[in-house]
């Protein structure tokens, strides 16, 4: 079975999201970052941190493309060209929407203070804005990769979450109304209740 140490108000929540999306067991164990049970698993302190067969994984990127590749499920087979445009969407999107809100989260409250700039908030503000409208632009089905759901629609909508809680521009129409659908799947419900 696996075992998910994190906190649902974080990337963790991608990782939960996909656990119920597969139907599989899982242990889920609430612990903060930095935590004496998280430094036990990951000298970062990072979270989330996935153990399974007595090994660690780091990185929900990470955890989230050996769920599906483990499983066979929302992940295109590696080796085609297919799962080369599903990385390419993930990877863009890791780049452009959640470095930026990393970014701004690190100039906000994870600094110290003294190491903090506010000033670049609203330039990270304009480059996810402008990375969103780019992004909308290409989805044509109903996810990200036409009409099949892969860990990349996940990234997405949880980074589209974290955006709004953070106060950054609202998304445009095209990402609103998949966010809609991508929102009403019902293990991102099952996700979401696990609060």
Not at 189 to 195: D, S
Request: aromatic share 8%.
């Amino acid at each position: 079975m696996y075992k998910l140490v994190g906190t649902l108000k974080s990337r963790t929540m991608r990782v939960v999201w996909l656990l119920e999306e597969l139907e599989t067991a899982y242990e889920y164990v609430p612990a903060p970052p930095r935590s004496p049970l998280v430094m036990s698993l990951s000298p970062t302190g990072k979270i989330p941190v996935l153990v399974h067969d007595k090994s660690v994984i780091t990185d929900s990127t990470a955890i989230l493309t050996y769920l599906a590749d483990r499983h066979g499920m929302f992940i295109a087979i590696a080796g085609t060209l297919v799962r080369a445009r599903q990385d390419a969407l993930t990877f863009r999107i890791l780049d452009e929407i959640d470095s930026v809100l990393w970014t701004a989260a690190r100039h906000s409250f994870i600094l110290p203070k003294e190491m903090r700039v506010p000033e670049i908030k609203p330039s990270l503000k304009h480059e996810y804005a402008a990375s969103l409208e780019r992004l909308g632009a290409l989805i044509k089905g109903t996810y990200l990769m036409d009409d099949e759901f892969t860990i990349a629609d996940i990234i997405l909508t949880h980074c589209c979450g974290w955006a709004d809680n953070a106060g950054f521009p609202q998304a445009p129409e095209s990402v609103r109304s998949y966010l809609a659908r991508t929102r009403a799947r019902p293990a991102y419900q099952r996700a979401l209740a696990k609060e």
